[in-house]
């Protein structure tokens, strides 16, 4: 038991990382990774809101039947992350202004509801749990490495503390054409390495990904 | 007049939905294969955020304000869309089958399009009236359109160039958006 | 059967969204305060920023009229989509008025809208500005926030500002961060609101 649980996070962080290898939820993953504390605050976010829709999904499994299946989670994932929104509202309000809009967007991010169909509407709640909780880190992970990378490349700094002379900025890295060169790269060097990725090959996967999931929802 | 003018630029061009805010990246990467098709989505989401900026504006303006019950926004805003598409689908069907034909396996992909929300949360948070909210959401996604069509028109060129092997596939894509939203900032001079 | 059958299914699924509105209600009474104080003692330490030797900030009605006034007015003048929320009276010890404190907005930021407050002395010239919400690009717009770019405004007077790109301001112009002309421009007109709030409607 305890193997599967720990085989979920290693899973998450690894083997399906939502980011890297499913590029799933790629709007948030390029929006807000303009700085490395940015990336972690969304990771964290969308990490809690997908550990507690996993754990409810699959508490909620036998009541919930196929008909009202989108509805309901949509009302679940809705409400957290509503609740996650007034939390950081009250308790971190410059996190929750530098987020801004991309915080409620975590409901249409398509790693949650993904979860939920794909997993947690057909196991456990522990097991739920877990694999909400290690796909949330493989999430947090990956926006804090492309923050990082993004904040040294265009504000020469990390957590704010400048580390390259102003001269030397690329300011583009923080500006929205810079995150696409970033995960452009980053996709080349996973093909390079042929690193299990949904880009390697021809087919599009992040259409398919995001299509099969939207494919669900409509019907 | 001038007012909406502003507005509707911002949002197509300046600001753009795409390029420079990043919502709706699944649809750009993945209905881009050719023209055609990107053209169709870039209909149905023209159609869907324009009806959704209405019916969310009117449903927060008139609702949601005078009953204090702002802190629903996100719960009531994602219901209603995923019900304003199941409805435009049926609507679409029933009376408009030509139209329902061309635009219709797009409509489901467009719920969890973040675009759509991402236009009725922005008109939220820019304080917009009903007919300012309307006028952003044609904005939002003309500039969707424009953005989705032109990566296809290039897409379909890019097919037949000599492209280092890791590039293949999502890299050069990513390459092109970058390069097609550093070409965009040329639009922040207009207003 | 069928009909049976969806009538469960909307009965779960009501219940489902009356347990999160209930939910949300409650959690939105619990942060509610927490939400208002900080935006509050955020504010008041802001205040201080810009007006340091001042002891209080009060609320004047004449002010508050000035202000619906202004906003009024506003649209027509040429500074875009911009607004005031607030107009405080900075006074010290003895009770004299120094200044006034001023939170103005503009909508028109590289990324919709910016709040500033504006402190402004008694004989009108600009005591400062700080930033209260900006919501920009790290390393472009963001740096607003820098006393690089609004240290600029202390000192300045006249009615209107406007910005520049040379990099030389002259007395009524304001040097934009580079890259970042909008933003420049949405901080400055925001500024140009309260002073309008002073010139023609609060100090005659």
């Given at each position: 038991m305890k193997n599967q649980n720990m085989e979920r996070i290693w899973n998450g962080i690894w083997k399906e990382n939502p980011t890297f290898v499913m590029m799933l939820g790629m709007c948030p993953t390029l929006a807000v990774t303009t700085s490395l504390i940015n990336g972690f605050a969304m990771g964290i976010s969308t990490a809690l809101v997908l550990i507690f829709s996993n754990i409810l999904i699959s508490l909620l499994r036998k009541v919930i039947s196929d008909n009202i299946r989108i509805p309901a989670y949509i009302v679940i994932v809705a409400t957290l992350v509503s609740t996650v929104q007034m939390l950081l509202q009250a308790y971190i309000p410059s996190l929750y202004t530098a987020l801004g809009i991309y915080i409620p967007l975590i409901v249409v991010n398509c790693i949650i509801l993904g979860r939920a169909e794909s997993f947690a509407s057909k196991n456990g709640i522990i097991v739920s749990a877990f694999d909400g909780l290690g796909m949330g880190i493989g999430f947090t992970?990956?926006?804090?490495?492309?923050?990082?990378?993004?904040?040294?490349?265009g504000a020469g700094s990390v957590l704010g503390t400048v580390v390259i002379p102003k001269e030397y900025h690329i300011t583009a890295f923080v500006l929205a054409p810079g995150a696409f060169f970033a995960l452009a790269v980053l996709t080349a060097l996973q093909n390079k390495f042929k690193a299990p990725s949904a880009t390697n090959g021809d087919t599009n996967s992040c259409g398919a990904g995001c299509g099969s999931c939207g494919e669900k929802i409509g019907g | 007049m001038k007012e909406l003018l502003l507005i509707a630029v911002g949002a197509a061009l300046v600001n753009n939905v795409v390029l420079s805010q990043f919502l709706g990246l699944c649809p750009f990467l993945g209905v881009s294969k050719n023209v055609k098709t990107a053209a169709g989505m870039g209909g149905a989401v023209v159609f869907v955020i324009t009806i959704s900026s209405l019916v969310t504006s009117i449903i927060y303006n008139g609702i949601l304000v005078s009953l204090h019950l702002e802190y629903l926004q996100t719960m009531v805003f994602i219901l209603v869309i995923a019900a304003l598409v199941q409805f435009v689908e049926l609507f679409m069907k029933k009376s408009m089958p030509p139209l329902h034909k061309t635009m219709g396996i797009y409509l489901p992909l467009i719920t969890t399009n973040c675009a759509v929300l991402g236009a009725a949360l922005t008109n939220v948070s820019k304080n917009y009236g009903i007919l300012q909210s309307v006028v952003n959401g044609v904005g939002i996604s003309v500039g969707?359109?424009?953005?989705?069509?032109?990566?296809?028109?290039?897409?379909?060129?890019?097919k037949y160039n000599d492209i280092p092997d890791s590039f293949k596939g999502s890299p050069i894509i990513l390459v092109t958006a970058g390069l097609m939203a550093i070409a965009f900032f040329g639009f922040a001079g207009l207003i | 059967m069928k009909q049976g059958r969806i009538l469960k299914d909307?009965?779960?699924?009501?219940?489902?969204?009356?347990?999160?509105?209930?939910?949300?209600?409650?959690?939105?009474?619990?942060?509610?305060?927490?939400?208002?104080?900080?935006?509050?003692s955020a504010h008041l330490e802001a205040y201080k920023t810009?007006?340091?030797?001042?002891?209080?900030?009060?609320?004047?009605?004449?002010?508050?009229?000035?202000?619906?006034?202004?906003?009024?007015?506003?649209?027509?003048?040429?500074?875009?989509?911009?607004?005031?929320?607030?107009?405080?009276?900075?006074?010290?010890?003895?009770?004299?008025?120094?200044?006034?404190v001023i939170t103005s907005h503009s909508n028109d930021s590289y990324d919709g809208l910016v709040q500033i407050l504006v402190g402004i002395n008694a004989d009108k010239t600009m005591k400062g500005i700080e930033i209260l919400e900006l919501n920009d690009t790290p390393g472009l717009g963001q740096r607003a926030e820098e006393p690089e770019f609004k240290g600029q405004f202390a000192g300045k007077s006249g009615e209107s500002l406007t910005v520049t790109k040379s990099g030389s301001a002259g007395a009524e112009?304001?040097?934009?961060?580079?890259?970042?002309?909008?933003?420049?421009?949405?901080?400055?007109?925001?500024?140009?609101?309260?002073?309008?709030?002073?010139?023609?409607?609060?100090?005659?």
């Open positions: 992970i990956a926006l804090t490495l492309i923050g990082l990378v993004r904040e040294i490349l | 969707f359109t424009i953005a989705i069509v032109m990566l296809a028109g290039i897409r379909e060129r890019i | 909307a009965l779960i699924l009501f219940t489902i969204t009356v347990i999160s509105g209930l939910i949300l209600g409650g959690v939105h009474e619990l942060t509610k305060d927490t939400i208002n104080n900080s935006s509050i810009v007006f340091p030797d001042a002891v209080d900030f009060k609320a004047d009605d004449k002010l508050t009229d000035a202000l619906k006034k202004s906003n009024e007015e506003l649209p027509s003048q040429n500074y875009g989509n911009v607004g005031l929320d607030q107009a405080l009276q900075a006074v010290d010890k003895s009770g004299t008025v120094l200044g006034y112009e304001i040097n934009a961060i580079s890259g970042a002309t909008i933003t420049s421009r949405a901080v400055t007109n925001a500024v140009n609101a309260a002073l309008y709030l002073m010139y023609h409607n609060a100090l005659q």
